[in-house]
């Protein structure tokens, strides 16, 4: 943070330097070139502009664009409007103004008419302020994203195209210093990382996190957006400082929120348990679970299965007996699909309780887990102080060491944080337990463990448009999802009325009615 405030001070330093004389001949005393905030304020004065696109200016991402309206804005107030001015104020990344300021005599333009003069500006102007609402938009309010897996089956498909509202848990503020906007980790086409990180500027650390309030929290079975918490430049097992990567450019997953801050959990069969009792998944959800198929005859079409009975995906011939492994299989379709006359018999495909799964959190020999066994384990709540110790502290280590920021070493069975010997912990933030309802098939918090909440993106409110790939025509849209919320009580709930009647508003309040034949005639 520190050091955030130093590069900030001596960016202002440069402004002044650069700029002082130009403050003079628009009016003002040279020395409030020199003052943070203030400056500003006396420089939207001068450049004729609205004093709230100073929060334009301050705010991460969006101020990329700005700060360079703002150095073309500033020679513009002094006569200078050709295209050359404009490129060389761009170019030169603002030290335009200094040549102004130290060696030409230029005068001020008093009252300057902020319109674009020719049908050029005008489309550029139109395209900047485009770019900035919607990277306004984009960052602050409602994301789009796609859903590219299985693991909430039924529920979301491959192929839905989702709005995600960010305001619901409230909006984080960016937390990469220099970033492209509207794009995630990479930039498209080139395929070149979207951003400046603190190791590409390492006298600059990366922003504190800020988030403005949410109007509801997170609650059980939530959907929500996040960021893969163990993502980074090495792989999921190994997170290290060292192989940092700015959280809001980690990879965006989705996943269900089965388990909030101050829960206990634990998996059996593979049903979730949250403090003892069975967890109740909402109307639209449908758990599917993998299961080994023996067919009756040598003859057996996978895709004949999946299509006619609802399941998600299959898996080819895995033993010598002929035996199939189909995954996302739900309970509904598990009951048609056990009577088929080529089906000998069907088992549930699970892992047994106490049987080790190395790949499964947290990746330690003292805990005997897997993917259908597994837990109980406390969900860490901000504020609350749990006991910590040489058996625990797996759990927990990456919490402590990486998420929250502190030093861990454990030696000799004693745990240090901070260079001190502690035997409890208390946390800074709210964790959650995030996991698919193909149960089967979905990477989530039983392979990397807990998701913090300064990584949650936002909660996706509804689907816009579904492709299904595998369709052909026409059928490739998914036209019964086309507008539709993710949860309801019993189901989804088209929109497509509301959207309509929200555009024929927007048509109304557009419309020039002083200028309408009609309309006048009626008055009158």
């Known amino acids: 943070m520190k050091t955030l405030l130093a590069f900030l001070l001596l960016i202002h ?59 073309v804005e500033l020679s513009r107030s002094f006569g200078k409007n050709s295209y050359l001015d404009t490129l060389l104020s761009v170019l030169t990344l603002g030290f335009y103004n200094y040549y102004l300021n130290y060696f030409v005599n230029i005068e001020y333009v008093t009252n300057r008419n902020t319109n674009p003069k020719s049908s050029n500006g005008e489309w550029t102007s139109s395209l900047i302020f485009a770019i900035v609402a919607a990277t306004v938009i984009h960052t602050y309010f409602i994301q789009p994203y796609t859903i590219p897996t299985s693991s909430l089956e039924k529920t979301l498909l491959v192929g839905d195209f989702l709005f995600v509202s960010k305001v619901n848990y409230g909006a984080r503020v960016p937390m990469t210093t220099i970033a492209a906007p509207m794009v995630h980790d990479t930039l498209p086409f080139i395929k070149k990382k979207s951003y400046l990180n603190k190791e590409q500027i390492p006298f600059i650390s990366e922003l504190p996190y800020l988030r403005f309030p949410g109007y509801q929290k997170i609650k059980n079975n939530d959907i929500v957006v996040f960021n893969w918490p163990v993502d980074t430049f090495v792989n999921m097992y190994y997170t290290d400082k060292n192989y940092y990567k700015p959280i809001d450019k980690k990879t965006n997953y989705v996943k269900r929120a089965v388990g909030i801050a101050g829960d206990t959990l634990e998996v059996i069969n593979g049903y979730v348990y949250i403090n003892g009792k069975n967890n109740i998944l909402p109307d639209e959800a449908k758990l599917q679970f993998s299961y080994l198929v023996q067919p009756k005859r040598n003859r057996f079409s996978k895709k004949v299965m999946i299509n006619k009975y609802d399941i998600t995906d299959a898996f080819g011939i895995i033993n010598r007996n002929n035996t199939y492994k189909f995954m996302g299989i739900s309970d509904i379709a598990l009951n048609k699909f056990k009577y088929h006359p080529n089906v000998e018999s069907i088992a549930k495909d699970t892992l047994p309780k106490g049987y080790r799964d190395a790949t499964v959190f947290p990746q330690n020999e003292n805990y005997n887990w897997n993917n259908d066994f597994f837990g109980p384990i406390y969900i860490p709540k901000k504020g609350e102080t749990i006991e910590i110790n040489i058996n625990n502290i797996s759990l927990y280590k990456r919490l402590i060491d990486v998420y929250e920021n502190n030093d861990l070493l454990v030696k000799e069975a004693k745990i240090y944080i ?18 698919g309802d ?15 909440f300064d990584h949650v993106v936002g909660k996706p409110v509804f689907k816009w448009f579904s492709w299904d790939s595998n369709a052909k025509g026409f059928e490739k849209i998914r036209w019964n999802r086309l507008f539709t919320s993710i949860a309801g009580k019993g189901g989804a709930i088209n929109l497509i009325l509301g959207f309509i009647t929200i555009l024929f508003i927007f048509w109304l309040l557009s419309i020039d009615y002083d200028n309408q034949k009609w309309w006048s005639k009626t008055k009158k």
Request: aromatic share 18%; proline share 5%.
């Open 418 to 435: 901070n260079n001190k010997e502690v035997s409890e912990y208390t946390f800074k933030q709210d964790y959650y337990w995030l996991m």
């Open 438 to 452: 193909n149960r089967g098939n979905s990477q989530d918090s039983r392979s990397w463990g807990f998701v913090p």
């Open 13 to 71: 330093l440069i402004h002044g330097f650069g700029a002082w004389k130009l403050y003079s001949k628009a009016g003002y005393k040279s020395w409030k070139a020199f003052i943070p905030i203030y400056s500003i304020i006396i420089l939207m004065k001068i450049i004729n502009r609205p004093r709230w696109w100073i929060i334009l200016l301050i705010l991460p991402v969006i101020n990329v664009i700005m700060i360079p309206v703002v150095w």
